[in-house]
């Protein structure tokens, strides 16, 4: 073990430091920032340090407590800038440049991209280099900013309801926070052993060729579609193999169609209704084949790439066997309003509990875990959130789609761009913020947004919205339209024009109406 409790290190010496431990067969000593001349017992050891832990581990040091944090990996903040959120997104911002560059290939500055395969491995390498600069700072933030104690590198292992052994050593505190995230769901099917199949972890971290031009995607939820989208811009023929019609957690059928036409002008393949049955390995005990039952037969794709996205299982096996924690049918941790799990003075926090698997969970989750140790009682009450996703665009959405709005209410209006065209041609609007170029050359493709209102009360119900830069607003949109937002109020906002979203300016031409109508 390295004990940095009396040494300041920089980002760069924290990033040269978690590379040698990711390296095969690198340094494997942990890291421990445990002050031992501090003579108070620890007021709740986390387990696991990703978003949840972390954040419960900040919150409750702000407070003024004691927490120790542990986790296997070398590096604070867990999965998300390891496997998750952070490769997400550099895919996605890949997809979305490749949808420029192909749309545009050979016009203005744009070279000529017909027939050009972009390297995925390139791409994932290039993220493997980058991924230690944000652990780095995770590391330096939680240590020098946050006053965090904590041992990184080991795994921590349940003793009882207080205790819990790392590295060589047993530590004690009054509480015990689980927070030890989730791993991908895996096939129920045989899979060759020599690699070829691959999920959002394995991806980044053991791609050593460069797939071939057909990629198989297993699953048509977010990350299904979100890597199916990087794939296919890169220039692969992406088969998008799922039971059920993709992208169901988008439920307005207007923004889920554009999205879906979007993508198949891509040359994406739905293969919905389908299941794929067996993999068929080579002489090296490589991927070579797939077969797919789909509804019209079995049919056998060669390739040398199996994406799985297929959802999550939780890391609860530890803690139901040492502990005895209730757990839901599917593995996850129950937990009530409190984070406080069915053993007294266990608690539990972020993926390891169950949906909605987003970052604002697990941040929240630990604060509210923390706050209760620490004394008061918070309840953590998941309300409405906004949610997004990306295919090659950004897709934003909160409250109820079209279609549930008018099951509930009676005079639903609903305001949209582009409008329905009697003609059918695309409209060159919404223009904003990287899609000006779509809108000038090609609109179909410069975006979609879509408010829904209740007529009677003047309510927002739900937003929809593709393009780009829209996510930040229905952060601060989401909190508003659950406080009872009206038409008239959006109306009366400022635009920074010409803006991701133009729901202020759509709400402004139509407030006047004293009976709302459709735009
Ligand atoms: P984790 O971050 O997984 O932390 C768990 C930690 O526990 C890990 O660091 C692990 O090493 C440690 N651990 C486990 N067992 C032990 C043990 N016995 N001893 C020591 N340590 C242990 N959410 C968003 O909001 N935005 C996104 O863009 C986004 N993109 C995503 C993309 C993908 C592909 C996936 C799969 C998820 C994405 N998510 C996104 C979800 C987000 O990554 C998770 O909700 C979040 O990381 C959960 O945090 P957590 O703290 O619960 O778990
Ligand atoms: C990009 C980045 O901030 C690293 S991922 C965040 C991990 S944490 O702050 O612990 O939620």
Redesign the pocket.
């Known amino acids: 073990m390295v004990d940095i409790s009396q040494v300041q290190w920089s980002t760069r010496r924290w990033a040269e430091e978690i590379e040698t431990r990711l390296m095969p067969g690198g340094a494997q000593d942990a890291f421990v920032n445990v002050r031992n001349d501090d003579p108070r017992e620890f007021d709740a050891i986390f387990l696991g340090?990703?978003?949840?832990?972390?954040?419960g581990a900040a919150y409750l040091r702000a407070m003024g407590g004691r927490p120790l944090l542990v986790d296997r990996w070398p590096f604070?903040?867990?999965s998300?800038?390891h496997h998750a959120?952070?490769p997400h997104h550099v895919f996605s911002d890949v997809a979305a440049q490749l949808l420029l560059e192909r749309t545009f290939s050979g016009q203005l500055w744009f070279q000529d991209f017909t027939g050009k395969t972009v390297s995925m491995l390139a791409v994932i390498e290039m993220f493997r280099r980058g991924r230690t600069g944000?652990?780095a700072?995770?590391n330096f933030?939680?240590k020098e900013q946050l006053d965090l104690e904590f041992i990184l590198g080991a795994r921590g292992r349940i003793i009882d309801a207080h205790t819990v052994a790392v590295d060589g050593r047993t530590y004690r505190a009054r509480h015990l926070v689980l927070a030890t995230g989730a791993r991908a769901k895996s096939l129920p099917i045989a899979v060759p052993d020599r690699g070829g199949v691959f999920d959002y972890a394995t991806l980044v971290d053991d791609l050593d060729y460069e797939p071939g031009p057909v990629a198989v995607v297993v699953g048509g939820g977010k990350t299904a579609i979100e890597y199916g989208c990087f794939f296919n811009a890169t220039g692969r023929r992406t088969l998008i193999v799922s039971r059920q019609s993709p992208l169901p957690m988008v439920r307005d059928s207007d923004t889920r169609r554009y999205l879906i036409e979007r993508m198949e002008e891509q040359g994406m393949e739905f293969w919905s209704g389908a299941e794929l049955t067996s993999i068929e390995g080579d002489e090296h005990g490589r991927v070579r084949a797939v077969m797919i039952d789909t509804p019209t037969g079995e049919i056998r794709i060669p390739t040398d790439f199996v994406f799985l996205g297929l959802g999550e299982h939780p890391n609860s096996e530890e803690a139901r066997e040492a502990l005895g924690v209730a757990v839901d049918a599917a593995g996850f941790v129950k937990v009530d309003r409190r984070m406080q799990t069915s053993v007294p003075g266990v608690y539990a926090v972020g993926d390891l509990v169950g949906a909605p698997m987003e970052?604002f969970k697990?941040?929240k989750g630990g604060t509210y875990a923390a706050r209760n140790i620490m004394g008061e009682k918070a309840l953590y009450d998941l309300k409405d959130y906004p949610d997004f996703l990306h295919t090659h665009y950004e897709v934003c959405w909160l409250g109820l789609g079209e279609e549930e709005a008018r099951d509930r209410y009676r005079h639903v209006v609903v305001l949209k761009l582009p409008p329905d065209n009697p003609d059918g041609q695309a409209v060159a609007l919404p223009a904003g913020d990287r899609v000006m170029l779509y809108a000038m050359m090609k609109p179909q493709l410069s975006g979609f947004q879509k408010l829904v209102i209740d007529g009677a009360s003047r309510r927002i119900l739900g937003a929809f919205h593709v393009g780009y830069g829209a996510k930040d607003g229905f952060q601060y949109l989401a909190p508003m339209v659950r406080n009872g937002l009206t038409v008239d109020e959006l109306g009366e906002m400022d635009e920074l024009f010409l803006n991701p979203s133009y729901f202020i300016q759509l709400c402004r031409l139509r407030a006047g109406h004293r009976v709302l109508r459709d735009l």
């Open positions: 340090g990703g978003a949840g832990g972390r954040f604070l903040g867990g998300c800038p959120c952070v944000p652990h700072f995770m933030q939680s970052m697990a941040r």
